[in-house]
């Protein structure tokens, strides 16, 4: 496989053959774990976007993420997970496959787009730099609350 053979590109409701093929991938992790309903009823949602890397018909990795309204700006697309499969790591699909996530924020209008991280996620930093990513901040904090 060659990086310039790997396709990007949106994943939607018509990409079912492409999705299940996702979930089997995605079930063999104990890290994570989704069901076909619940991905199906993410897509409904048109705030919610999910990207995909390919490889022929192979899922190669998945980015998603939602369109946040904003009362200053355009909508701002907020990246809320960045995944490689782990036999495709290391070969630039998760940089290929973030980038053409920028630009598609930027060709359909979305302010900026945002991804947080932790500095020690090496690769990930790495990757968000590559594509234009800056950190402007070195105390930014994220609370979680959990209900």
């Keep these: 496989m060659r990086l310039e053979d790997v396709i990007c590109e949106l994943f939607t409701n018509d990409s079912i053959y ?10 063999e992790s104990d890290d994570f ?3 076909l309903p619940h991905l199906l009823s993410f897509l409904e949602d048109e ?3 999910a990207f ?18 904003s009362l200053t700006s355009l909508p701002q697309l907020f990246i809320y997970s960045v995944d490689v499969f782990k036999r495709y790591q290391g070969l630039g ?3 290929k496959l973030f980038q053409y996530v920028v630009n598609y924020a930027r060709q359909n209008g979305y302010s900026e ?6 500095k020690r996620n090496k690769p990930a930093c790495r990757i968000y ?8 901040y ?4 994220v609370y979680v609350i959990k209900n």
């Excluded at 390919?54 to 369109?67: A, N, Q």
């Excluded at 787009?113 to 932790?118: A, E, L, R």
């Design 47 to 49: 705030q919610n976007l």
């Design 113 to 118: 787009s945002f991804v947080i991280t932790d």
């Design 18 to 27: 492409l999705i299940e093929k996702a979930i089997g991938l995605l079930t």
């Design 52 to 69: 995909i890397a390919r490889y022929e018909e192979e899922v190669l990795g998945f980015i998603y993420g939602y369109s946040l309204l």
């Design 33 to 35: 774990s989704i069901s």
């Design 138 to 141: 070195d105390d930014e904090i």
């Design 93 to 95: 699909v998760g940089s």
């Design 129 to 136: 730099e590559k594509a234009g990513g800056k950190s402007y």
